[in-house]
C-alpha cells in the first residue's frame, strides 16, 4: 500500500495530482489539502491538522462521507504535515508521496524536506514531488536507481554536514569516491547519459532531486 500527503502548498494542475493518485492509495490530507481532494471528488482517508485553512463547513461535508478527522491545536511542537507523515509511517506503508509539500513558504518546504528523514529512519522511502520537481534521498543502505531519457536533469546535495564514498555512473558528469560538503553545492544539474544513473555513497544523506524543467 502507497499513501499520499496532500498538503496545503502549491497544487498548479490538478488534472496532474489526479494521475498521482492510483484507486488503491491511502490518502491523508494536511488542512487545507483536503480542497484538492475535494476538488476531484475524492474522500480522503483522514484529514489532519489545525484546520486554520479550511473551512469548517467543507470539513464538516467531507466528514459525512466518510473521511476521518484528526484536529490538533494551532499552538503545538509538529507541523501539520509532521503529523500526517507521522499517521502515514503508523500505517507501514511500502511508499509515501508528499504532494503540496513546496510553496510560497519556503520555511515549509524546507521542513517538509527534512521529514524524508523520518521515514528513512523507519525504513520507508518517501518522495516530495509536484509538477516540475521529484525529492527523494540517497543513503548508505542500497544504490538508487534513476531511470529517465537521455539528458534528463538531476541535482545532488547533501543534506548532512558531509557525505562520503559518493559515486554516479551513467551521468554525464559521473564521479567516483567523492565527497560532498554542506557549503558546496556541485551536485547540481548533472545528466543522464543514458537511460540510467546508479547512485551510491559510504556514508551520510543525499537530497536527489529530478527536475523536469530546462533550469
Not at 509539500?101 to 524524508?116: E, I, M, P
Not at 542500497?142 to 546535495?157: A, D, I, K, Q, Y
Not at 558546496?184 to 543522464?192: D, F, H, I, K
Amino acid at each position: 500500500m502507497r499513501c499520499v500527503i496532500i498538503t496545503g502548498g502549491t497544487i498548479e494542475d490538478l488534472q496532474w495530482l489526479s494521475g498521482v493518485i492510483k484507486e488503491r492509495d491511502r490518502i491523508i490530507c494536511v488542512d487545507g489539502g483536503a480542497k484538492y481532494a475535494a476538488a476531484l471528488k475524492l474522500i480522503p482517508d483522514i484529514i489532519i491538522g489545525d484546520m486554520d485553512s479550511l473551512a469548517h463547513q467543507e470539513l464538516d461535508r467531507l466528514a459525512s462521507l466518510g473521511a476521518a478527522v484528526r484536529e490538533y491545536p494551532p499552538d503545538k511542537d509538529d507541523t501539520d504535515t509532521a503529523l500526517a507523515v507521522a499517521e502515514a509511517l503508523s500505517g507501514s506503508p511500502e511508499e509515501i508521496i508528499i504532494v503540496g509539500a513546496l510553496g510560497t513558504r519556503f520555511d515549509h518546504s524546507l521542513a517538509n524536506v527534512h521529514l524524508l528523514r523520518v521515514a528513512l529512519d523507519w525504513g520507508i522511502q518517501a518522495r516530495i514531488i509536484n509538477e516540475y520537481n521529484e525529492i527523494s534521498l540517497v543513503s548508505p543502505h542500497l544504490p538508487t536507481v534513476v531511470n529517465g531519457r537521455p539528458g534528463e536533469l538531476f541535482s545532488l546535495l547533501p543534506l548532512t554536514e558531509e557525505v562520503t564514498g559518493v559515486n554516479v555512473k551513467g551521468a554525464r558528469w559521473p564521479l567516483e569516491n567523492a565527497t560532498f560538503r554542506i557549503g558546496n553545492p556541485y551536485g547540481v544539474s548533472n545528466r543522464l547519459a543514458a537511460g540510467k544513473v546508479v547512485i551510491s555513497l559510504d556514508s551520510g544523506l543525499l537530497l536527489l532531486i529530478r527536475t523536469s524543467g530546462g533550469l
